[in-house]
């Protein structure tokens, strides 16, 4: 490549070579004119494709940025559905639960009313028995139920989810 030329030399004094004008390719004299008007059209052209190359480096690194940003987006919708997922399961046990223990509020009151019922007959010692039978073989059922459906309650389970990536 050609250095630019100074402002202070003026266009008509190109470089010579032995003469007062350039030979062309095909052997005809070139005026000083014309080879400093193609130097000064190169020298925009090298300019005009250094500051593309220049955008184009900076639009490189924006789309870096911007992958590296839906990388990070990616990753934190990942964590978000699986906190989700956690929270959900967490409120299906709560609901459970509750639902068990309004069954079983409602069966001890059903079995008070039925022992003062018959707190009096000769039944009642039986009843008894078979009611601490029952509900020993009830207790160990559902602690074998939770064992195998719901292998953790709300202190035990997974509490992976840290949250948004800032």
């Known amino acids: ?36 008007h193609v130097q000064d059209t ?8 250094r500051n593309n190359m ?19 987006f990616s990753s934190s919708a990942a964590r978000f559905s699986k906190g989700a997922m956690h929270l959900r399961r967490q409120q299906e ?12 509020v409602a069966a001890a009151l059903a079995w008070l009313f039925w022992a003062h019922r018959i707190r009096k007959t000769p039944q009642f010692h039986s009843f008894v028995q078979i009611s601490a039978v029952t509900g020993t073989l009830l207790l160990a059922v559902g602690l074998l139920v939770r064992r195998c459906c719901w292998p953790g309650d709300d202190d035990a389970m997974d509490h992976s989810y840290s949250g948004p990536v800032e």
């Open 93 to 104: 046990w709560q609901r459970r639960k509750m639902c068990i223990m309004a069954i079983c």
């Open 54 to 72: 220049q955008m184009m480096a900076e639009r490189d690194y924006q789309l870096h940025g911007m992958a590296n940003k839906t990388d990070e």
């Open 42 to 49: 190169l020298n925009v052209t090298i300019a005009t494709m």
């Open 1 to 36: 490549l050609i250095p630019p030329r100074p402002p202070s030399v003026p266009a008509t004094h190109g470089p010579r070579r032995g003469g007062a004008a350039a030979m062309a390719s095909d052997g005809n004299q070139v005026a000083p004119q014309t080879v400093g």
